[in-house]
């Protein structure tokens, strides 16, 4: 196996590990708890990170300019939406199911830049995002228990919805992300890696603002569980940090969709660690979703 894809899995393995370490902390914090463990526990390593570079390469820190921050801003709160819709997916469907439902950022990234960016799209890309749809529409499908204690199917459910929501909102977020590395023009590991710091800044005041002020009791409680959550900012850092690697060893269509192998890490969190049930047709819709997404990679 290329060294690439390699380091492409080990990113998508310490994401799922962030992932799940979340989830595990909702109810001990709560929701934002949760979601903001991702932000405040990762800024240092996310600085470290940057530093390192430019240690390696002897560059300095990129110039900013107003557009950038206003780009980087309206990206983290994008991504901060994101997180905190995935979040709350976790308290109404299962770990493999959320996750795989918050990957339809591929397929709404592909469409918001036909939309936004003017770039179309070839037949063999709309094609792979109609599997998509398929694999969607599998997935819909949940057993609710009513107040009387009756089972029923529901299509359209509101955890279903939180899920497409939280693609959407990263699917947004990662156009603006793409708009402000381009402004730095300068090298793209340290562009991004140094974007990556500004929004995770951002972030970290941002929501860490909001709970001081309306949820003070979710912020001690995300900080008293620091031992997961230096875990949770160790993980995230590993993460981004072979991403970016992967990315500058090889194109990145096929990293991303080797990195779709966190939808099979997912399942296997799922049943192993978190003892949930997954049923044979919401496997076959995540390997369909997963399936359309690789292709969209492929194919972009």
Known sequence: MEFWAIIAIIGATAQSLRTVCQKI??????ELGASFSRFVYGILFAWIWTFAICLKTGASLPEMNMLFFVFVGFAAILQIAFTILL??????????????????????????????????ASFSTLFAIIIGLVGIALLRCQKIE???????????????FLG?????AL??????YFKATVLLEGDLLLDASFTAAIAITMQTIILG???????????????????IGIFIGITAAVSTAAWFIAFAMFHLGPVRAIGQIELIISILFSWLFLKEKIT?????????????IILVLLYA
Not at 25 to 30: A, M, Q, Y
Not at 211 to 223: G, V
């Open 87 to 120: 979040i709350m997916m976790f308290n109404h469907r299962n770990y493999a199911i959320g996750i795989a439902l918050s990957k339809t950022e591929i397929l709404q990234t592909a469409l918001l830049e036909a939309f936004l960016i003017g770039y179309v």
């Open 25 to 30: 902390l909702i109810p001990r914090t709560g």
């Open 280 to 292: 044979l047709l919401e496997v076959i819709g995540i390997s369909v979703l997963g399936i359309s």
């Open 164 to 168: 497409i929501g939280s693609g959407a």
């Open 209 to 227: 603002s909001y709970l001081i002020l309306r949820q003070p009791e979710q912020l001690m409680l995300c900080l008293a569980n620091w031992r």
């Open 171 to 176: 699917a947004s977020a990662n156009i603006f």
């Open 146 to 160: 009513s107040a009387d204690g009756h089972k029923v199917h529901l299509f359209f459910s509101p955890s279903h």
